[in-house]
């Protein structure tokens, strides 16, 4: 069983529509839990950073972490065309562990 | 926001020729560094941790004599790929995390390229 699983896609949804991308890990040590957002040829841009259970929101962008049940969110309301790009969840130890275990990444196309 | 940049972004260059890579993080300083390796639509691979001033931390299966890595200081951080061949052709990224640690923030990719 690896580490982090998310579901690669792809996924295609029409503009407006509300995206719900997840990623289920198996070590329930992690504490921190991000989610990057990366354009084809780029480097990964952070959107959304969480410590620990709990929901975060900024934007139309939430994070939902749920350790109980190793399982955490990211959802996109109103999405937009610009929000099409491959999305990794990541996760870490804390302390002075920084090393980050990836997911594989989703690629969402969102359709004008 | 915390920036990483990294520098170059695209390189092009013949089988043989040792290419260096820059990391640098702009508005904070960054004891720790990641250097990662990524293929086309696949995720992230770390190569190996640089430690500044001390020597870099390498992932197994990473060749250190390969990839060079050198910290000299609490804002940069360089990754030179010594006698470089097609294989090594790729997506090479940089991170450092932030103050306190958490989280970490990405440069934007040097791609390259090994005729």
């Known amino acids: 069983q690896k580490e982090v699983e998310q579901d690669p896609g792809p996924l295609s949804v029409p503009e407006g529509a509300i995206v719900s991308l997840n990623c289920t890990y198996s070590n329930s040590a992690f504490q921190y839990f991000m989610w990057y957002r990366q354009y084809s040829r780029k480097g990964p841009e952070l959107l959304m950073y969480t410590y620990s259970s709990g929901n975060k929101e900024d934007g139309r962008f939430t994070a939902q972490v749920d350790k109980s049940s190793k399982y955490i969110s990211l959802f996109i309301r109103d999405s937009q065309p610009s929000d099409s790009a491959t999305y990794l969840c990541?996760?870490?130890?804390?302390?002075?562990?920084?090393?980050?275990?990836f997911g594989k990444g989703t690629l969402l196309t969102v359709n004008p | 926001g915390a920036v990483v940049s990294q520098h170059p972004s695209r390189v092009i260059c013949k089988s043989g020729t040792s290419v260096k890579i820059e990391c640098r993080s702009l508005?904070?300083?960054?004891?720790?560094m990641f250097w990662y390796r990524q293929f086309p639509k696949k995720s992230l691979m770390l190569m190996a941790t640089?430690?500044?001033?001390?020597?870099?931390?390498?992932e197994q299966g990473v060749e250190k004599d390969k990839f060079l890595i050198n910290h000299a200081s609490l804002t940069l951080s360089t990754l030179t790929v010594t006698s470089a061949h097609p294989e090594d052709s790729s997506f090479y990224i940089c991170?450092?995390?932030?103050?306190?640690?958490?989280?970490?923030?990405f440069g934007d990719g040097t791609r390259l390229s090994i005729l």
């Open positions: 991170s450092a995390p932030e103050t306190g640690n958490q989280p970490q923030h």
């Open positions: 990541a996760m870490n130890l804390g302390g002075s562990n920084y090393k980050l275990t």
């Open positions: 508005d904070f300083q960054a004891t720790t």
């Open positions: 640089s430690n500044e001033g001390s020597k870099a931390t390498y």
